[in-house]
């Protein structure tokens, strides 16, 4: 029908992730129908205290992406985690971190068809390393970098820019987010994906003139309703 709003796909928009290993969190955010992915951590998984499978497994029928990370450091012992975390869920992308240990596993993940996450990248370089591993997504951490001084976004930006000249098909998922503007500058230089923490995720739709304007228009409808 000529009214029906059709939703832009996904692949022609930054997706929005949200960063915790809490359901009710993910349950409340995707029922605003702009969620289009979970990443969780070690750290995260421990702050709630809930079964990490069980966690999966609900956050899988959420969303179509959820990133589930290894605690191993041995590239055998990942794939071994890797294996099990990608036979919980359909939807499951297996994270593993940026170390020679973890291109290896990414290797072996690429060649199973397993999909991926590799986390905790702080340079271009190992983003160069892990995509051409065959990492699905990369996750650039920027607060974490801008924390140590360093310039967070100017690393996105500088990656953007690596895969402007190549055909890398790896999403690059802008990580450690910690106020708004980083999700929009993550947009402006073409991001594939931010992951937000869900206090900044609660942030994003307010504006102090979006909610006068509703008290005005709500105050001058009644002045004259009959
Ligand atoms: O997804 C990675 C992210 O959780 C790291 O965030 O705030 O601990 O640096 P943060």
């Known amino acids: 029908?000529?009214?029906?709003?059709?939703?832009?796909?996904t692949y022609l928009t930054m997706?929005?992730?949200?960063?915790?290993a809490n359901i009710a969190y993910v349950e409340e955010i995707a029922s605003w129908g702009v969620l289009d992915g979970v990443t969780t951590n070690p750290s995260l998984v421990a702050k709630e205290g809930a079964d990490f499978e069980k966690t999966v497994k609900a956050m899988g029928d959420l969303v179509p992406c959820v990133s589930a990370q290894v605690t191993a450091t041995d590239s055998q012992e990942m794939i071994k985690q890797?294996?099990?975390?990608?036979?919980?869920?359909k939807n499951v992308y297996v994270k593993v971190p940026m170390t020679v240990e973890g291109l290896k596993a990414?290797?072996?993940f690429r060649e199973k068809g397993i999909r991926t996450n590799t986390t905790l990248i702080f340079s271009a370089n190992q983003a160069i390393l892990a995509a051409k591993a065959g990492a699905n997504i990369i996750s650039p951490f920027i607060g974490r970098l801008d924390d140590a001084g360093q310039d967070g976004m100017g690393l996105i930006a500088e990656i953007m820019q690596?895969?402007?000249?190549?055909n890398f098909d790896t999403e690059v998922l802008v990580a450690s987010t910690r106020h708004p503007r980083h999700?929009?500058?993550a947009a402006e230089l073409g991001a594939h994906i931010s992951t937000i923490p869900y206090a900044l995720f609660k942030k994003l739709p307010n504006h102090p003139l979006t909610d006068s304007g509703i008290i005005k228009f709500q105050e001058d409808w009644e002045s004259v309703k009959q």
């Open 162 to 166: 690596i895969w402007n000249n190549y």
């Open 15 to 20: 997706k929005l992730f949200l960063d915790t």
């Open 1 to 9: 029908m000529w009214y029906t709003i059709q939703r832009i796909p």
């Open 82 to 89: 890797g294996e099990q975390y990608a036979s919980w869920h």
């Open 183 to 185: 999700i929009v500058e």
């Open 106 to 108: 990414l290797t072996y």
